[in-house]
């Protein structure tokens, strides 16, 4: 059975500094891992998606990192903002739309 | 019209009551898909839909079923409701051509509160 383990639960860190977040699953037979964004109350915004054949992908200040054979993901985040403070959830794709998420890690940016 | 749409945004129920829930999935988009999310907690996968036929399930008991129209939209059904019912209810939608290239497109989510 694949699980998804998010470290750490919550992180506060000042405006300005480059944070990490941690993401592991159990099983490498994925087709890919997705890093979601999700505001209080809110529905889920897709921030990244790497394909189970690739390394990274960046957009913007994101970088996402796969190493499937050691189950492992992060997330990095450049030059944080207080418009960063979310729940981050990762999600690894199954098969289809079958994604089986991480219970998130709750960011604050205090300016 | 782009996104997914969901509705209601927000409802209340009472124990052993039926609900339905609805999404109107993204232009173009075959495959819908509904997620779980308690408070605290990930989404967690109920089912998904291809073609109006249910294409892969969740630990989910039968009280929770679905449809999904020739338009792609999409009902979530829950009968006999309970309180551990609570929850966000997330649709999700997608091309399902080609497994996991597909990057899933959410709704903002209807939240459920059973009494």
């Known amino acids: 059975k694949q699980e998804v383990t998010q470290i750490p639960a919550a992180l506060s860190v000042p405006e300005g500094e480059n944070l990490v977040l941690n993401c592991s699953f159990t099983?490498?037979?994925?087709?890919?891992l997705q890093w979601f964004r999700q505001d209080p109350g809110k529905g889920l915004t897709s921030l990244l998606l790497?394909?189970?054949?690739?390394r990274e992908q960046t957009s913007g200040r994101l970088n996402a990192s796969l190493d499937k054979s050691s189950g492992r993901s992060t997330l990095y985040i450049a030059a944080s903002q207080p418009g960063d403070s979310a729940t981050y959830l990762c999600?690894?794709?199954?098969?289809?739309?079958?994604?089986?998420f991480g219970t998130g890690t709750r960011l604050l940016v205090s300016p | 019209e782009t996104g997914v749409t969901q509705s209601p945004t927000h409802l209340i129920k009472t124990r052993g009551q039926q609900v339905t829930l609805r999404c109107s999935s993204q232009?173009?988009?075959?495959?819908v898909s509904w997620y779980q999310q308690a408070l605290g907690q990930g989404p967690q996968f109920i089912f998904q839909?291809?073609?109006?036929?249910?294409?892969g399930r969740g630990n989910f008991p039968p009280r929770f079923s679905g449809l999904q129209f020739p338009n792609y939209s999409s009902e979530l059904n829950v009968n006999a409701l309970e309180l551990d019912d609570s929850a966000l209810y997330l649709c999700?939608?997608?091309?399902?051509?080609?497994?996991?290239?597909?990057?899933?497109?959410f709704g903002a989510g209807s939240r459920l509160t059973v009494l």
């Open positions: 999700a939608s997608s091309t399902a051509s080609v497994p996991g290239a597909n990057v899933l497109t």
């Open positions: 099983d490498s037979a994925i087709y890919n």
């Open positions: 790497i394909q189970s054949s690739q």
């Open positions: 999600a690894v794709n199954t098969g289809f739309q079958k994604l089986v």
């Open positions: 232009s173009g988009h075959n495959t």
């Open positions: 839909y291809y073609r109006e036929e249910e294409n």
